[in-house]
């Protein structure tokens, strides 16, 4: 069987020439599996109603594929699009494969626009419960903005949707989406104050809008009061990790968020 070469593929965005070459060998293991599952969808008429469907991005489709006892995310590359995006994911991916916090793709192919990732553990930010916010510490907030500063460093830009940053009890933050850039399209300091924005993401439609029997005023109250917490927090970790210059927009957009908390809390009877 022919050793594969990063050098047979021209990848022009930075990467790890050694992490890749592992990612897209990797990939026999799982291939007979992905193959299975193309297979399957070709007999559904909506893919969504597969039982191994998770997610649909922009340009992938997303299943959970089971191998010796593990979970993993499958990314099918939609065959309508471009490779542009796909192959940065790679570069990204193989930039920060051993960074923790940060979701590590396992395997790779090109021909098939396939990744294989480890499935993310806990559910995204925008979903948390009170218990969730709760057991949120400060050396998990810590260690999400450590995660962000590193990859950034290594010129990978993270997606900093809500729906990308996931949260677990015990093993804390993570990132699913990111790529690989010629030059970030952004400094620092504004993508830490993007990813500060996730934290107040739906609350009012979530929390407010329901009613008085799901939610109690106590709930509430708690519910506003770990929000603002947290907020605090992240704004704390981010002032000991970033350069000033960054600090100083996260700080201000902080503000900002912590304001329009509280008059959601005002609005939803709840006094801070």
């Known amino acids: 069987m022919r050793t594969f070469s990063p050098k047979l593929i021209n990848f022009t965005d ?34 969504k109603k597969h039982p191994a469907f998770l997610a649909v ?17 499958v990314r099918l590359l939609g065959t309508d699009h471009e490779q542009q995006h796909f192959r940065a994911r790679l570069c990204g991916g193989s930039l920060v494969s ?10 790779a192919s090109l021909e098939d626009g396939v990744t294989v990732s480890r499935l993310s553990p806990g559910r995204n930010i925008s979903k948390l419960t009170n218990e969730d916010l709760s057991a949120i510490s400060p050396e998990q907030l810590n260690g999400f903005v450590d995660s962000l500063t590193q990859a950034y460093r290594r010129g990978v830009l993270v997606d900093t949707s809500a729906g990308n940053l996931f949260y677990d009890r015990t093993l804390g933050f993570s990132i699913i989406d990111y790529i690989s850039v010629n030059g970030l399209s952004y400094g ?5 104050a993007e990813v500060a924005r996730q934290f107040r993401f739906d609350f009012e439609r979530s929390v407010c809008g329901a009613p008085d ?4 005023p106590a709930e509430l109250r708690n519910f506003f009061t770990l929000k603002i917490n947290i907020l605090k927090t992240y704004a704390q970790a981010a002032g000991a990790k970033l350069p ?11 503000a900002k968020i912590l304001s329009a908390l ?9 006094r801070q």
């Open 262 to 270: 509280k008059r959601a809390a005002r609005r939803c009877g709840v």
């Open 14 to 47: 930075p990467h790890d020439p050694a992490a890749l070459a592992d990612m897209l060998q990797n990939y026999a293991f799982f291939k007979p599996r992905v193959e299975r599952l193309r297979k399957e969808l070709a007999g559904v008429s909506n893919y």
């Open 98 to 107: 051993d960074l923790p916090g940060l979701e590590k793709i396992i395997a």
């Open 57 to 73: 991005g922009r340009t992938v489709r997303v299943f959970v594929l089971q191998a010796d006892g593990e979970s993993y995310a």
């Open 244 to 254: 000033p210059k960054d600090f100083e927009i996260v700080k201000k957009a902080a």
């Open 213 to 216: 029997a799901v939610i109690t």
């Open 188 to 192: 620092l300091g504004y993508l830490t």
